[in-house]
């Protein structure tokens, strides 16, 4: 099992940037998929990047071109790179792990979800 604790939200005007951090614990972090969701009041949760434990990333159509995940195996981090932030990204941001990225693909829990983070895009 994968204990992960996000970092990095806060408040910025629209079109800036923020990056997240989701650093993980216990297990060997290296060979999980890692997902970033964000659920908005009032909404689903969603998917918004993932990458495999080879490196390989999708992201959710809203975010293409302006999100960027990363992971360093070696710090056991994976990051959230957020550019031209829009006030429609403002929610509660997740990460979570799982052993194939279909599994993060269905949301599956594995214990390992984070507390989340806030992000606030508003002027």
């Known amino acids: 099992q994968v204990q992960l604790v996000e970092s990095g939200g806060g408040l910025v005007q629209p079109g800036g940037s923020l990056r997240l951090s989701c650093a993980a614990s216990g297990s060997i972090f290296s060979i999980y998929a890692m997902g970033w969701y964000r659920q908005a009041p009032g909404k689903q949760r969603e998917l918004v990047a993932a990458i495999t434990s080879g490196g390989s990333t999708n992201y959710a159509d809203s975010v293409k071109g302006r999100f960027t995940i990363s992971r360093d195996n070696a710090k056991n981090t994976v990051y959230l790179q957020m550019n031209s932030l829009k006030p429609e990204d403002t929610a509660v941001y997740y990460c979570?792990?799982?052993?194939?990225?279909?599994?993060?693909?269905?949301?599956?829990?594995?214990?390992?979800w984070g507390q989340g983070t806030q992000v606030t895009v508003s002027s």
């Open positions: 979570n792990a799982a052993p194939t990225l279909a599994a993060i693909e269905a949301h599956a829990d594995f214990g390992s």
